[in-house]
């Protein structure tokens, strides 16, 4: 009785993501192409701070936009590397491109929050795009992203970029994005509702309205977060200002961590604003090991007990529709598709991320980031 009810929560929590998941696929589309584009003023606003491996590519990507009347500000985050200088150079040859020096931290806000914030109030544009200095915008994309801003009725618009893994932790976490956005945030409601819960988007790639932006209190609503992909577009929920998502796979690609050690840091930085916050680490934890490790578990042991054929197929099945849609994120995303074979173990380690975090936080151990260190307080 114990495995047939062990079987029922298997299916069930495997199968409701794996349904949602194709349901979203027709909905996380791309912006249209441009077939007469109209040019739009935008400010590409970069926050920077020791980012002098891919601030160079980055800005002269963006440099390539078509269709846009641009201005692109660099806001050096007190760099310890030779971001600035770089920055300098590419300004020498392009007076798009404008350099300045962040001001101090002030008490209470996370640094990329500040600078985003001191960046929208150098921006003289009316569409403002904030972008992370590792990320590389296609030429065309970004005015697609504000043609569908425009055509919309959402003020705040944002998509993940293709991310570019190399390492086996790259592969391994990362592409567990899309899984779980598309497997448990219903679009359809997100579009239809202002509720704040359902805002979501990533932090990598925002386009705004300014005059939104300002209403809704941008980055200064937000100051102490470190995790604006989820919090900028709920807080434009809050002020009444709908917010969407697209498709960015095509839109500009990103290479966020390199190594094993920056993955862990990075998803452990942020980790407390989301699933390991006390309140949702429990049932979160429930339904990913109910629905995508359980399953890898009931078969080993059904199979090697030599359990009923009816329970054979039944744990093929619930293993199935848990790696079903990971292969199909790795064919649509460009994702490795190992990853989504190891899809189980994928999950059991971005778990166990998740339930670090949270004993780190409950015993006041901060996270630093970037030379820079963060408490715990928004836990």
């Given at each position: 009785?114990?495995?047939?009810?062990?079987?029922?929560?298997?299916?069930f929590?495997?199968?409701?993501?794996l349904?949602?998941?194709?349901?979203?696929?027709?909905?996380?589309?791309?912006?249209?192409?441009?077939?007469?584009?109209?040019?739009?003023?935008?400010?590409?606003l970069?926050?920077?701070?020791?980012?002098?491996?891919?601030i160079?590519?980055?800005?002269?990507?963006?440099?390539?936009?078509?269709?846009?009347?641009?201005?692109?500000?660099?806001?050096?985050?007190?760099?310890?590397d030779?971001t600035?200088?770089?920055v300098?150079?590419?300004?020498?040859?392009?007076?798009?491109?404008?350099?300045?020096?962040?001001?101090?931290?002030?008490?209470?806000?996370?640094?990329?929050?500040?600078?985003?914030?001191?960046?929208?109030?150098?921006a003289?544009?009316?569409v403002?795009?904030?972008?992370?200095?590792?990320?590389?915008?296609?030429?065309?994309?970004?005015?697609?992203?504000?043609?569908?801003?425009?055509?919309?009725?959402?003020?705040?618009?944002?998509g993940?970029?293709?991310?570019?893994?190399?390492?086996?932790?790259?592969?391994?976490?990362?592409?567990?994005?899309?899984?779980?956005?598309?497997?448990?945030?219903?679009?359809?409601?997100?579009?239809?509702?202002?509720?704040?819960?359902?805002?979501?988007?990533?932090?990598?790639?925002?386009?705004?309205?300014?005059?939104?932006?300002?209403?809704?209190?941008?980055?200064?609503?937000?100051?102490?977060?470190?995790?604006?992909?989820?919090?900028?577009?709920?807080?434009?929920?809050?002020?009444?200002?709908?917010?969407d998502?697209?498709?960015?796979?095509?839109?500009?690609?990103?290479?966020?961590?390199?190594?094993?050690t920056?993955?862990?840091?990075?998803?452990l930085?942020?980790?407390?604003?989301?699933?390991?916050?006390?309140r949702?680490?429990?049932?979160?934890?429930?339904?990913?090991?109910?629905?995508?490790?359980?399953?890898?578990?009931?078969?080993?042991?059904?199979?090697?007990?030599?359990?009923?054929?009816?329970?054979?197929?039944?744990?093929?099945?619930?293993?199935?529709?848990?790696?079903?849609?990971?292969?199909?994120?790795?064919?649509?995303?460009?994702?490795p598709?190992?990853?989504?074979?190891?899809?189980?173990f994928?999950?059991?380690?971005?778990?166990?991320?998740?339930?670090?975090?949270?004993?780190?936080?409950?015993?006041?151990?901060?996270?630093?980031?970037?030379?820079?260190?963060?408490?715990?307080?928004r836990?």
């Open positions: 009785m114990f495995l047939h009810i062990l079987m029922a929560c298997a299916i929590c495997s199968a409701f993501p349904l949602l998941f194709l349901r979203n696929l027709k909905l996380y589309s791309a912006p249209a192409q441009l077939t007469n584009p109209k040019i739009e003023s935008v400010s590409i970069i926050p920077a701070r020791n980012e002098e491996d891919s160079a590519a980055c800005v002269r990507a963006a440099l390539a936009s078509e269709y846009l009347d641009l201005e692109i500000i660099v806001l050096d985050d007190h760099s310890e030779r600035p200088d770089i300098r150079q590419i300004t020498a040859h392009d007076e798009r491109v404008k350099l300045f020096h962040a001001p101090h931290l002030p008490l209470g806000w996370c640094g990329k929050q500040f600078a985003c914030w001191v960046l929208a109030g150098l003289a544009k009316p403002l795009c904030f972008l992370d200095a590792d990320v590389q915008l296609t030429p065309c994309e970004l005015a697609g992203m504000i043609a569908a801003m425009r055509s919309g009725d959402s003020r705040l618009v944002s993940f970029p293709c991310q570019i893994t190399c390492t086996a932790a790259e592969q391994l976490l990362l592409p567990l994005m899309h899984f779980l956005l598309l497997g448990f945030l219903p679009l359809d409601q997100m579009r239809r509702s202002l509720h704040p819960s359902l805002g979501a988007g990533c932090g990598q790639f925002i386009v705004v309205e300014r005059e939104a932006y300002r209403l809704a209190g941008g980055h200064r609503a937000i100051r102490g977060s470190r995790h604006d992909g989820i919090l900028l577009p709920r807080a434009f929920r809050r002020a009444g200002i709908k917010t998502l697209y498709d960015a796979t095509d839109a500009a690609s990103c290479r966020m961590y390199c190594n094993a920056e993955v862990v840091r990075g998803l930085k942020n980790a407390i604003e989301g699933i390991a916050a006390r949702m680490i429990i049932p979160w934890s429930l339904i990913l090991f109910l629905g995508q490790i359980l399953p890898l578990l009931l078969v080993a042991y059904i199979f090697g007990s030599g359990e009923s054929l009816l329970l054979r197929l039944l744990s093929l099945a619930a293993l199935g529709a848990s790696l079903l849609p990971r292969i199909i994120a790795a064919f649509r995303f460009d994702q598709l190992a990853s989504a074979l190891l899809h189980p994928a999950i059991a380690s971005f778990l166990a991320i998740q339930w670090v975090a949270l004993i780190r936080s409950m015993l006041h151990i901060p996270e630093s980031w970037k030379g820079r260190t963060y408490s715990h307080a836990d």
